[in-house]
């Protein structure tokens, strides 16, 4: 079975389950808890990468020449 195949079912499921309306309803909730993921874990990243710039000079100078 394919990723695409699984996906195809698990839409089918959800919508002989749920029906119609709340399979919707759940695909847009899903759709933007996925989207704040995203926004979070880019932010996060971008907090982690001015830090790591900020202190990269300072390890730099605190270390002994080899």
Do not use: N, W, Y
């Not at 919707?24 to 932010?43: C, I, P, Q, Y």
């Amino acid at each position: 079975m394919g990723f695409g195949t699984e996906i195809v079912f698990a839409l089918m499921l959800g919508f002989l389950v749920l029906g119609p309306k709340r399979l919707h309803t759940m695909l847009l909730d899903a759709a933007r808890a996925k989207a704040k993921f995203v926004e979070a874990s880019r932010g996060f990243k971008s907090q982690l990468a001015a830090e790591l710039e900020t202190e990269s000079p300072a390890a730099k100078t605190d270390c002994p020449d080899a």
